[in-house]
């Protein structure tokens, strides 16, 4: 079965604060993905990686950067957390461009 | 526009009920189709992929329709556990074959 896990499931942080959500996948696959959810908006895909150290942009990039050094470890880093980046953060990885296996999701909040 | 729209719902059906999804999306080159289904405060997981064909899996139908450019999820026999909010994928062969969800609709079987 494949697992992908997030640092935590919950997570408080302040205005301006740096963050870093983690996401480790066990299935060895080459691509990886973060994305958030919002009420009304679905996901939205922030960056995804498709090797070690290859990262692209999605739709929504700007306030967050990602680092993938290992090719089962995949970051997102929040430069200075702001209130509209609440939301639920999701990670994936993918064996191909075809299915997604997702984590169990990291709800943000930004005081 | 955006790439993939759904009806947000809900559909409040009974059990044993048969309902019906459609999900449009914008872009005539898409390549790959999905539907995911997400459970409340849970992460999205793979209810089945969808071919040019149609395929059928017990109770859930999935149909194609390029020309108008529209996926479909059929359920027959609606059970209680049905109850979840469904979500449409679509991938963009041009952009590293990038998914696109759909902000899904939300299913409630009653007793």
């Known amino acids: 079965d494949v697992k992908v896990t997030q640092s935590s499931r919950y997570l408080v942080k302040r205005t301006g604060e740096k963050v870093f959500l983690e996401c480790v996948q066990d299935?060895?696959?080459?691509?990886m993905f973060w994305y958030r959810q919002d009420p009304g908006l679905g996901l939205r895909l922030i960056y995804f990686?498709?090797?070690?150290?290859?990262?692209e942009k999605g739709d929504i990039p700007e306030g967050y950067s990602v680092s993938r050094e290992k090719k089962e470890r995949f970051s997102l880093i929040l430069e200075s957390a702001s209130t509209n980046q609440t939301s639920m953060y999701l990670c994936?990885?993918?064996?191909?461009?075809?299915?997604?296996?997702f984590g169990p999701g990291t709800r943000l909040t930004v005081l | 526009r955006k790439e993939v729209e759904q009806d947000p719902g809900p559909f409040n059906v009974p059990e044993g009920a048969t309902v019906a999804f459609n999900c449009t999306y914008s872009?005539?080159?898409?390549?790959?189709f999905f539907w995911y289904r997400q459970d409340c405060r849970k992460e999205p997981k793979l209810l089945m992929s969808?071919?040019?064909s149609g395929n059928e899996d017990g109770r859930f139908t999935a149909q194609l329709n390029r020309a108008s450019q529209y996926i479909s999820l059929l359920i027959r026999d609606s059970k209680l556990s049905d109850s979840a909010t469904y979500l449409c994928?679509?991938?963009?062969?041009?952009?590293?074959?990038?998914?696109?969800f759909g902000s899904g609709t939300k299913l409630n079987v009653k007793p």
């Open positions: 872009n005539s080159a898409s390549q790959s």
């Open positions: 994928v679509v991938t963009n062969p041009y952009n590293f074959n990038k998914f696109y």
């Open positions: 299935m060895d696959h080459e691509n």
């Open positions: 994936a990885s993918s064996p191909n461009w075809d299915t997604q296996y």
């Open positions: 969808v071919y040019s």
């Open positions: 990686s498709y090797d070690v150290k290859m990262k």
